[in-house]
């Protein structure tokens, strides 16, 4: 169990990410995008709505991009602006909630790419977590009441896999940081392992 949560307050996670080359937010946040995918694919599936194929394209490039493979500033940008004309309606329900969250994830962690503003990998994460935490709400086997709602959806291991998730991957980004060419090889490892650790609920 992920005993110490406090370290996912934005301002605490803020603190570790300013400890990280820019680089080393992206892809943080390229690894909570990319978990997030599949929800998107689900949306897609149960409605027949959106582009799958552009949101899975993007994350491609912005892993080719933290590989060293160009992807100009300006087609990131329009990536950006094409994905936000994709949230979903009012009427889509908890999927549309759910696909939502993962194009915001993959919004702010290209966002993040042009620049390495921590403030972007916060909040992938935050929509990385956010979704396992409105999953377990969702369940209706927590009263959100209770005085320690809280602390039980935190404690669900749902949501302690995705806490546990970040921060191993936190870790390693630090880790790889301090060695010269060290994100370089550790990128290949978080894509395959994020889309390994897709977030589903199957």
């Keep these: 169990m992920v005993k110490d949560i406090s370290i996912f307050k934005k301002e605490l996670l803020s603190e570790r990410l300013s400890k990280i080359p820019p680089a080393g937010r992206a892809a943080f946040a390229a690894a ?29 490039k912005l892993w080719a991009h933290l ?3 160009h992807f100009p500033v300006a087609e990131r940008s329009q990536c950006v602006k094409k994905l936000g004309k994709l949230l979903t ?24 790419s042009m620049g390495g503003e921590k403030l972007y990998a916060v909040r992938s994460s935050k929509y990385a977590f ?12 927590i009263d959100y009441h209770l005085p320690n709602s809280t602390q039980l959806i935190y404690s669900d291991p749902i949501a302690q896999a995705e806490l546990a998730r970040q921060q191993r991957d936190l870790d390693e980004i630090t880790a790889a940081c301090q060695e010269p060419g060290g994100l370089l090889a550790l990128i290949p490892t978080l894509r395959a392992r994020a889309i390994a650790e897709a977030i589903t609920f199957e």
């Design 89 to 112: 309606d009012e009427d889509d329900g908890m999927d549309g909630g759910y696909a939502d969250d993962a194009l915001l994830a993959a919004i702010y962690a290209v966002n993040c």
């Design 67 to 69: 590989q060293e493979i």
């Design 32 to 60: 909570c995008a990319q978990r997030l995918a599949p929800l998107y694919a689900r949306y897609k599936m149960l409605t027949g709505k959106g582009r799958l194929k552009f949101l899975e394209e993007t994350l491609d």
């Design 130 to 141: 956010e979704v396992c935490y409105s999953y377990v709400l969702s369940r209706g086997d």
